[in-house]
Structures are given as C-alpha cells and as structure tokens.
C-alpha cells in the first residue's frame, strides 16, 4: 500500500491513520461508542482509494504485531489472545461490510 502513500513526504498522514486507528480501538474495546461505526465506514472509504477489504481488514493485525515486536518478551499470551479476538471481530465487520456493498452494487446495476 506504500505507492498509496506517495504525496505523503512528512508521514503526518501515516500517522494521522495510526492515530485514529488507536483512538477507534480504545473505543471499541471501551465504550463502544463510534468504533466499529468508523471502521464500517472506513473500509468503504478505503476501497475507493483501491484499498481491498481484506488489505484493510490487515491494518490491526500489523498494528498488533508492532506492539508485539516492541514490547518482546513483556508480550504475554493473554494480550495475544485479546488481540486476536478483538482483530477477528474488526475483520468480520470489514468482511460484511464489503459484502453488504457488493450486495448493494450488484442492486443498483
């Protein structure tokens, strides 16, 4: 996805995306109160700038593994297992997300 990011010589856009990934994933494992609304929309948003779903629906699973690598040996297994619940969960609305819009693509034609 890198050529994606061309026009983006200062990374402030890499790091808007991961700020607002963080923000969503505080909020889905928290309050509940826009996240998995915003992830929705994002995969929709995305697959307009060529991003496929199941690219986008990999942003966590690279966030997850960055944590992971930085934090080494003070990674456990309980924050594996709650990574991986929480990424699959993102990835199923992702999923239906992009299906919901074929779905509707294939209505409108």
């Not at 609304?37 to 307009?48: G, Q």
């Not at 074929?102 to 034609?109: L, S, Y």
């Amino acid at each position: 996805m890198v050529p994606l990011f061309c026009l983006d010589i200062d990374d402030s856009v890499k790091g808007s995306v991961l700020s607002h990934a963080i923000e969503v994933l505080l909020d889905y494992i928290g309050e509940k109160q826009f996240g998995e609304m915003f992830i929705r929309n994002e995969s929709v948003t995305h697959a307009n700038y060529d991003v496929p779903p199941d690219v986008f629906a990999t942003f966590y699973r690279v966030v997850a593994d960055t944590i992971r690598d930085l934090l080494g040996t003070d990674w456990t297994a309980e924050m594996a297992t709650a990574w991986r619940g929480v990424i699959d969960e993102l990835s199923g609305f992702v999923a239906r997300e992009a299906s919901d819009a074929t779905a509707e693509a294939g209505h409108a034609a």
